[in-house]
């Protein structure tokens, strides 16, 4: 079976996401950040994750979006925010993701400000076809 | 225990929007098993108090004509932080669509300034004698239970305002 | 007023599904409130009631060790009233769990009618919550909780003659 065009992706994503946050679908564009944007909380990222698991039939960890051992590495991480080493092994293990606001002030709880829904759509899209070859 | 989960009406806009209070205390016995040692309002009953204020629009609205105000929908709703014994919660509900028979609200739950609950309601309103009409008394009945209950509630209605003045 | 809004698990598998039922009565004071006249089950107690049940489901598929609290309520549909003298049914079941979090859907029925459909996202809060002083113990898993999921493994004490 062919993986499913970006735009296929997209438009489960995005439903996804109006199920969940009870926004409209003209919400939801590519560049809508979850959490400043769709008002996500946290706990509705852990929704959207099942969500989508459920929608593409694959296994999301949340090490592959908020990977522990970077945030919580005092080598990365001082007084809750992440140093250029940090910030360098974060963009390594989260691609797709929009740093540049996080940039200016990087605050390991605000991680979640990172991702956007063309991040999702990129992850998903990469997922899939890694589960092809 | 009485099952009212607003204490105060604090802004009505009719048909549009309500602010109401929820003030937390310890007497409330339920807070024993919810939970021992860490007492905290039960997500629920945040629930309960944002669709009491959103019935409280349509009673208001509809001048108490459906006797029965019931959630017949609640769609994420979150929560973000706990309400401890000798707080008060703010609750917040606006009027997204409000006919006879049903309606929907966009609900808050607010604590010193800070948002913790939300979600999105739908309301049922109905009469008992749309059903069978030997409850038009019973409607009757729960019509003036529920006037009363809104006078104690809302100061902001005249008849509050006369017994302020004496 | 107590916080336990079932009686009794009639099925409970472990890490799967979990059926409890909760007989509702005029004893309840809170029925009196809501609404005096015409007293109806209101629907946010039916959700605990399903939040309890499908809570304990998710606590004791990680045997215990998490604080596992309702922290978001995807969907609660109501499609009819519950009165005194009536029997209802949580039927709930596991559809995610991880570290961090549990989903679980299930249906409220009485006899055969379908009253509800209810859909809950649990937190695992010691890992979630940062900032916030918890008390160690599990205070969410309450004797009286585990007494009642006792009652259902164990059930031979309920059989004593007089």
Same mark, same amino acid.
């Given at each position: 079976?062919?993986?499913?065009?970006?735009?296929?992706? !997209?438009?489960?994503? /995005?439903?996804?996401?109006?199920?969940?946050?009870?926004?409209?679908?003209?919400?939801?564009?590519?560049?809508?950040?979850?959490?400043?944007?769709?008002?996500?909380?946290?706990?509705?990222?852990?929704?959207?994750?099942?969500?989508?698991?459920?929608? !593409?039939?694959?296994?999301?960890? /949340?090490?592959?979006?908020?990977?522990?051992?970077?945030?919580?590495?005092?080598?990365?991480?001082?007084?809750?925010?992440?140093?250029?080493?940090?910030?360098?092994?974060?963009?390594?293990?989260?691609?797709?993701?929009?740093?540049?606001?996080?940039?200016?002030?990087?605050?390991?709880?605000? $991680?979640?400000?990172?991702?956007?829904?063309?991040? $999702?759509?990129?992850?998903?899209?990469?997922?899939?076809?890694?589960?092809?070859? | 225990?009485?099952?009212?989960?607003?204490?105060?009406?604090?802004?009505?806009?009719?048909?549009?929007?309500?602010?109401?209070?929820?003030?937390?205390?310890?007497?409330?016995?339920?807070?024993? %098993?919810? #939970?021992?040692?860490?007492?905290?309002?039960?997500?629920?009953?945040?629930?309960?108090?944002?669709?009491?204020?959103?019935?409280?629009?349509?009673?208001?609205?509809? %001048?108490?004509?459906?006797?029965?105000?019931?959630?017949?929908?609640?769609?994420?709703?979150?929560?973000?932080? #706990?309400?401890?014994? &000798?707080?008060?919660?703010?609750?917040?509900?606006?009027?997204?669509?409000?006919?006879?028979?049903?309606?929907?609200?966009?609900?808050? &739950?607010?604590?010193?300034?800070?948002?913790?609950?939300?979600?999105?309601?739908?309301?049922?309103?109905?009469?008992?004698?749309?059903?069978?009409?030997?409850?038009? %008394?019973?409607?009757?009945?729960?019509?003036?239970?529920?006037?009363?209950?809104?006078?104690?509630?809302?100061?902001?209605?005249?008849?509050?305002?006369?017994?302020?003045?004496? | 007023?107590?916080?336990?809004?079932?009686?009794?698990?009639?099925?409970?598998?472990?890490?799967?599904?979990?059926?409890?039922?909760?007989?509702?009565?005029?004893?309840?004071?809170?029925?009196?409130?809501?609404?005096?006249?015409?007293?109806?089950?209101?629907?946010?107690?039916?959700?605990?009631?399903?939040?309890?049940?499908?809570?304990?489901?998710?606590?004791?598929?990680?045997?215990?060790?998490?604080?596992?609290?309702?922290?978001?309520?995807?969907?609660?549909?109501?499609?009819?009233?519950?009165?005194?003298?009536?029997?209802?049914?949580?039927?709930?079941?596991?559809?995610?769990?991880?570290?961090?979090?549990?989903?679980?859907?299930?249906?409220?029925?009485?006899?055969?009618?379908?009253?509800?459909?209810?859909?809950?996202?649990?937190?695992?809060?010691?890992?979630?919550?940062?900032?916030? +002083?918890?008390?160690? +113990?599990?205070?969410?898993?309450?004797?009286?909780?585990?007494?009642?999921?006792?009652?259902?493994?164990?059930?031979?004490?309920?059989?004593?003659?007089?």
């Amino acid at each position: 079976m062919a993986a499913p065009s970006r735009q296929e992706i !997209f438009k489960k994503v /995005q439903q996804a996401l109006v199920d969940a946050l009870s926004v409209e679908e003209n919400e939801v564009t590519e560049e809508a950040t979850l959490t400043r944007d769709l008002q996500a909380e946290s706990i509705d990222i852990l929704d959207i994750v099942f969500r989508l698991e459920k929608a !593409f039939n694959i296994k999301i960890s /949340q090490e592959e979006l908020t990977p522990r051992d970077i945030l919580s590495n005092p080598e990365y991480v001082n007084n809750r925010k992440l140093n250029a080493a940090g910030l360098a092994a974060l963009k390594q293990r989260v691609k797709h993701a929009d740093f540049s606001k996080f940039e200016q002030d990087p605050d390991i709880d605000k $991680i979640l400000d990172v991702f956007t829904v063309g991040t $999702i759509v990129s992850f998903i899209e990469e997922k899939l076809a890694a589960s092809q070859s | 225990m009485k099952f009212v989960l607003i204490d105060r009406i604090v802004e009505l806009e009719s048909g549009r929007r309500i602010v109401a209070e929820k003030a937390l205390s310890l007497a409330e016995e339920y807070l024993a %098993d919810h #939970f021992p040692r860490f007492p905290v309002l039960p997500g629920v009953l945040m629930l309960e108090a944002m669709v009491q204020a959103a019935a409280w629009v349509v009673r208001e609205r509809l %001048d108490f004509a459906p006797s029965l105000v019931l959630l017949k929908e609640a769609r994420n709703v979150t929560y973000k932080s #706990f309400v401890a014994p &000798g707080q008060v919660l703010t609750v917040e509900a606006e009027c997204l669509e409000l006919t006879q028979r049903e309606s929907t609200f966009a609900a808050r &739950g607010h604590l010193a300034g800070r948002e913790i609950v939300k979600g999105r309601l739908v309301l049922r309103h109905l009469t008992l004698a749309e059903y069978d009409a030997g409850w038009a %008394d019973t409607d009757e009945r729960l019509r003036t239970e529920q006037r009363a209950r809104f006078a104690l509630l809302w100061k902001g209605c005249p008849a509050a305002a006369d017994r302020a003045a004496v | 007023m107590r916080w336990i809004w079932f009686d009794r698990f009639t099925e409970f598998v472990p890490g799967e599904r979990a059926v409890a039922v909760k007989n509702v009565t005029l004893a309840e004071d809170h029925l009196h409130d809501h609404f005096g006249a015409f007293p109806v089950m209101p629907a946010s107690l039916m959700i605990e009631g399903m939040a309890q049940t499908a809570g304990i489901l998710v606590g004791q598929a990680r045997n215990f060790t998490e604080k596992v609290i309702l922290a978001k309520i995807k969907r609660a549909a109501f499609h009819r009233l519950v009165r005194p003298g009536q029997q209802i049914r949580f039927e709930a079941r596991i559809e995610h769990l991880t570290d961090a979090a549990a989903s679980t859907r299930g249906e409220i029925r009485c006899g055969n009618d379908l009253i509800a459909e209810v859909e809950l996202v649990f937190s695992h809060i010691d890992q979630n919550i940062s900032g916030l +002083e918890f008390p160690d +113990e599990n205070f969410v898993f309450t004797e009286e909780f585990m007494a009642l999921l006792k009652t259902y493994t164990q059930p031979a004490a309920e059989n004593i003659p007089l």
